[in-house]
Structure formats: structure tokens, C-alpha cells
């Protein structure tokens, strides 16, 4: 039986991961997958909540659609982001966005 | 159900008036079609600041509880708005410099204003997440808005970077919250939550919490983001960034802490008081030896941060009170710092500290509103600043950090000395051109209205203050 324990540690673990992603990777494409990771870490946190917690509410499910649409336009526009940063500057590497330091 | 439409009266004028820009803007495509979207932007806002500040005396909410009409959001209504008034006519004459300028930076600049509107009035975590991230959005959107140059698309991608990261940093725990409590209305969380003994969870949620928003209101340190993104977002933006966008943070720092995570207080006064340390001595000694004006502005803005979180520290009615008249004074201050670097930016088309030499000869009128600004930010008595510092520092000395206080204090002379750099760079050195710099009638307007009020506010500052006083005791009842 897998219990609401299972599911949190998954959250935790997936969290982590995309945690790590976003502090290592050099890449903005990277970067952002990372950050997707994190947001749908939540997405297992909220649904497996609803359905131990609140079975007859679907608030949880509700909030996860919210987020995976939210996350989808963030990324419309972070993605059209780095592809001007990418025509005005051929790099798209986080070391090498330096222009802006003191 | 019954909705209330009137509570959303200030929203749903915003909103209107954002749409109906935009089919003007499609309809007519002639000369000085700009020009006419930017004041009608403005007057719009400046109403919708009139209707928002109907509602700050309303104690209610609506939809189910997802839209909350209590005096906090009403008060930071019309600040944002305010702030939103300002930015758009100091826009007008930005605009004018970039030549290829579009009527659709003032439609986003009006999005974005209702955006936080609705960030301060979400009742439940759906609406508090969705408008927050409608505000990133399009706050990246307006920071890039220059596409073809690299400084602005790289603050553009640094911020929507930090920003998505940090939401999702704050989501993990809000997923938490829901957990602990079973619902996602904020009053039902804070009920929840305050039934029982405090759970580890929570604990868990509180950092998770605090470390998403610290990114937004750019505590030290979460504050790697804000320099650069500062210099290089177009000026007007980067003013809106300092006065809105961090009012809209501690807005809602003030929402959550003050009544979620009222029972774990001793939690985070302690860990806020250690960002708040970092945050002060940091912001200050590294804007002392900047060479670009947005660059020093952006981290006085950061060492602002710090003193406002002093304000939630000592968490009573004084602490709010100050938190709440900071906010008001740092819109006009900053965005008279950073309307005077938009002007000279338009006349000289630079930014660095140099080439403000000998303003007051160029100018009278500009040297004076960035001497006030700056030396009440920096807490200069008789300017609206000192009395916000003051407020602050009284509460947290009430609650027995004398210490705090006392590192306030000095760090506010630093601020005074880099600030005073400034002023003798535009007053003693010599102009390098003699050429005088014209100030667009828009702009004139906003850096005369901030410099009056900024001495107003300084010498007779009952009127804000009472009202402050009343909106934080509405939000500790």
C-alpha cells in the first residue's frame, strides 16, 4: 500500500533534484527545466494531500492545474527570452551573462 | 452567493481601462497615439487610486472568501497605484528618447499595477499564486522591453530566472500549508494552523515561505538578483521594481507572517532578524564605492528592505504602522531618485555618478529632487524617511533590541555619506557641458509632486501616520 509518506518523499526527492538543477547547471534551458522539476514536486505534494487528506475536495487537483498552466506561459515566455538574448548576444551560457556586474 | 461587485470596484476599472487602451491602441495608429495612451494611463490610474482608496476603510471579503477588501489592501491599493501614476509620466518622456517606442508599454505598465492589486487582495493561496506569478510575468516581459540590446534581455532573463525559482521555493510551502490545514483559504490555514501545537510542517513551511519571499523583497541574501536586473531594466521600470514591486512583497510578508504563521513568531523574528543585519550592513557599504547611479540606487533600495523588515520583527501595531508609512515615503523617495535618472539619462544618455557633475547648474530643479530623495532614504530629520525610520526603530527598541536600533542608525549615516557623494558631485564639481537640461512638463510634475510630498510628509506627518496606525491595527485584531 503506498501511503501519503511515499508520495511526500517522491515530492522531496524530485524537489531536491530540480533544486540542485537549477543551482548547477550553467544553461538557461537547463535552468528552467529545473525549475519545472521543483514546480511539479508541488504538483504531487498538493494532489497527494487532496486525496489523503480532503478526498471529497478536489482544491488540491485545482491548484496543480493552475500551476501546471501558470508554468506553461512562464516558460512561453522565459523560452522567447533567450531567443533574443541568443540573437543579440550568441550565448545563452550563465557564465557569460556578465554585462550587468560591478 | 452573493458577490459584491463594489469591493472589485478598483480591479475591475484597472482591468477595463488596461482592455480598452488596447483597442484604442488597434483602432487608431496615427501620430501621437502614444503620447495620448500614456496621460490617458495615467489620469486612469490616478482614478482607480481614488476609487482604491474608497475601500481602505471596508473590513470584508467576497467570492467565498477568495478576495479579501480589508483596510491592508486598500492602503497598499493605492500605493501601488500611486507608484503606477508616477512610473507611466515618467515613461512618457523615456519613451521619447527610444524612438521606436509602442503604446503597449503603458497597457502592460496598467496589467501590471492590477496584478498586484490582486496580490494583496487574494483571500486564498490559488488567487495569491496565480497573481503573483502575473505579476513576474509581465514585470519580465517590461524589463526586456528593449529586445535588441543585451544588458536589458540578460536582466530580463535574470529575473524571470530568480523569480520562477523563488515562486516555486514559496509554492513547496504553500503545498505545505494546504497539507497542515486542508484547505487553501488563508483565514481557514490561519484558524488551522493556531487550533493545535505548532507541527514540524509547519516549521518546514515557515522557511520555505520566508525564503520565496525574501527573493521578492530582496533581503540579503536573496538580494543576488536585484543589482543587476536594477541597472539594467529601462529606469521608469526599474523605479516601479523598488517602490511597487517591493511594496507589494512586504505587503504580503505582512498577510502570511501576521496571521498563518502568528504562532511560530519566535521562529522567524529570529531568523529575520539575522537577514535583517545582513541586509542593512551589506546594502550599504557595497553602494558605497558604485560608479552607476541605478547601481547605487538598487542597493539603497536593498539596505530599504532591511529596515522594513525591522517593522515585522517587533510584529505590533507600531512595527506594522512603520512598515506601512516606509512603504509610502520609499514610492515617492525612489521614484524621485530614479525620474531624475530618467531625465538625465534622456538629455546626456548616461547613468554613471561622473556625469552628474555640476547638475545644479544644468538644472536646479533635478539636483534639488535627488538631493531629497536620496537624503530621505537615507533618513536625513525634517524628510519624510526620518519619520519612517523613526517609527520603526521605536517599536523594535520596545520590544528590547536596542542593539538593531543602534546598528540602524550608523548604518544610516553610511547611507547619508554616499549619499552626500552624490550631492557634491552635482553642487561643487564643475559642469562639464554647460548645456541646460530640459525636464518634460510629465516628469516635471512627478519630481515636484514627490518633492513636496517627501517634505510634507517630513514635517507634518499625522495624517499618513494615523492612517497607517489604523490599517495595522485592522491587521493585528
Known amino acids: 500500500m503506498i501511503s501519503l509518506t511515499h508520495y511526500l518523499v517522491l515530492a522531496a526527492v524530485l524537489f531536491s533534484i530540480g533544486l540542485f538543477g537549477v543551482i548547477t547547471k550553467r544553461n538557461a534551458i537547463a535552468i528552467l527545466m529545473g525549475i519545472e522539476l521543483m514546480l511539479n ?34 516558460v512561453a515566455v522565459g523560452l522567447a527570452i533567450i531567443i533574443a538574448l541568443a540573437r543579440a548576444r550568441q550565448t545563452i551560457d550563465a557564465e557569460e551573462l556578465h554585462l550587468l556586474k560591478w | 452567493m452573493v458577490i459584491d461587485l463594489n469591493l472589485l470596484l478598483p ?38 487610486a481614488v476609487l482604491a482608496y474608497g475601500t481602505v476603510a471596508l473590513d470584508t471579503s467576497t467570492l467565498q472568501g477568495t478576495w479579501l477588501a480589508d483596510p491592508l489592501a486598500g492602503y497598499f491599493k493605492v ?17 521619447e528618447r527610444l524612438g521606436e517606442s509602442l503604446a503597449e508599454f503603458f497597457i502592460l505598465l496598467v496589467f501590471l499595477t492590477l496584478s498586484m492589486m490582486v496580490v494583496i487582495s487574494a483571500g486564498d493561496l490559488i488567487t495569491l499564486y496565480l497573481a503573483l506569478e502575473f505579476q513576474v510575468i509581465t514585470f519580465a516581459i517590461m524589463i526586456g ?3 535588441r540590446e543585451g544588458a536589458a534581455t540578460e536582466a530580463a532573463l535574470k529575473y524571470i530566472l530568480l523569480n520562477a525559482f523563488s515562486s516555486a521555493i514559496l509554492l513547496f510551502g504553500l503545498s ?12 481557514g490555514i490561519a484558524a488551522a494552523v493556531s487550533a493545535g501545537s505548532p507541527q514540524p510542517a509547519l516549521y518546514l513551511a515557515v522557511i520555505f515561505v520566508l525564503a520565496g519571499l525574501a527573493f521578492k523583497v530582496s533581503l540579503v541574501p536573496f538580494h543576488m538578483w536585484t543589482p543587476d536586473v536594477y541597472q539594467g531594466a529601462p529606469t521608469p521600470i526599474t523605479g516601479f521594481l523598488a517602490a511597487g514591486s517591493k511594496a507589494a512583497g512586504f505587503a504580503l510578508l505582512i498577510r502570511l507572517f501576521l496571521t498563518i504563521f502568528a504562532p511560530v513568531s519566535t521562529v522567524w523574528t529570529t531568523v529575520f532578524v539575522v537577514l535583517s543585519v545582513l541586509t542593512i550592513i551589506l546594502g550599504n557599504f557595497v553602494a558605497v564605492p558604485q560608479t552607476n547611479m541605478k547601481r547605487l540606487l538598487a542597493y539603497a533600495s536593498v539596505g530599504s528592505a532591511g529596515y522594513m523588515i525591522m517593522g515585522l520583527i517587533a510584529a505590533d501595531v507600531t512595527g506594522v504602522e512603520g512598515v506601512l508609512f516606509y512603504a509610502f515615503m520609499n514610492v515617492l523617495a525612489i521614484l524621485g531618485a530614479f525620474g531624475v535618472a530618467v531625465v538625465f539619462a534622456n538629455a546626456t544618455g548616461r547613468d554613471d555618478i561622473e556625469a552628474y557633475a555640476g547638475l545644479s547648474k544644468r538644472s536646479p530643479l533635478l539636483a534639488l529632487v ?13 524628510l519624510a524617511g526620518f519619520v519612517a525610520k523613526f517609527v520603526i526603530f521605536w517599536a523594535i527598541i520596545d520590544k528590547g533590541l536596542v542593539a538593531l536600533a543602534l546598528l540602524g542608525v550608523v548604518m544610516s549615516i553610511v547611507a547619508v555619506f554616499y549619499f552626500l557623494r552624490i ?10 557641458e554647460e548645456t541646460p537640461i530640459r525636464v518634460a512638463p510629465a516628469a516635471r510634475i512627478v519630481l515636484v509632486a514627490s518633492m513636496v510630498l517627501t517634505l510634507v510628509l517630513g514635517i507634518y506627518p499625522a495624517p499618513l501616520l494615523d492612517l497607517a496606525r489604523e490599517v495595522a491595527l485592522a491587521v493585528l485584531r
Open chain 2, 176 to 187: 505545505l500549508l494546504f497539507g497542515l490545514s486542508g484547505t487553501v483559504d488563508i483565514s
Open chain 2, 11 to 48: 480591479e475591475i476599472f484597472t482591468g477595463l481601462l488596461g482592455v480598452g487602451l488596447l483597442v484604442l491602441f488597434f483602432l487608431w495608429r496615427g501620430e501621437g497615439v502614444v503620447r495620448a495612451i500614456g496621460y490617458l494611463a495615467a489620469v486612469g490610474l490616478a482614478v482607480a
Open chain 2, 423 to 432: 550631492a557634491k558631485v552635482m553642487y561643487v564639481f564643475e559642469p562639464k
Open chain 1, 41 to 74: 514536486a508541488v504538483n504531487i505534494n498538493l494532489v497527494a494531500f487532496s486525496r489523503f487528506i480532503e478526498p471529497s475536495d478536489v482544491v488540491g487537483q485545482v491548484f496543480a492545474v493552475f500551476i501546471i498552466v501558470v508554468a506553461a506561459a512562464e
Open chain 2, 370 to 382: 535627488m538631493l531629497l530623495s536620496t537624503l530621505s532614504i537615507a533618513g536625513i530629520p525634517g
Open chain 2, 79 to 95: 500605493v501601488f497605484l500611486l507608484s503606477g501614476v508616477m512610473v507611466a509620466l515618467l515613461s512618457l518622456s523615456y519613451l
Open chain 2, 145 to 147: 522591453y528593449r529586445r
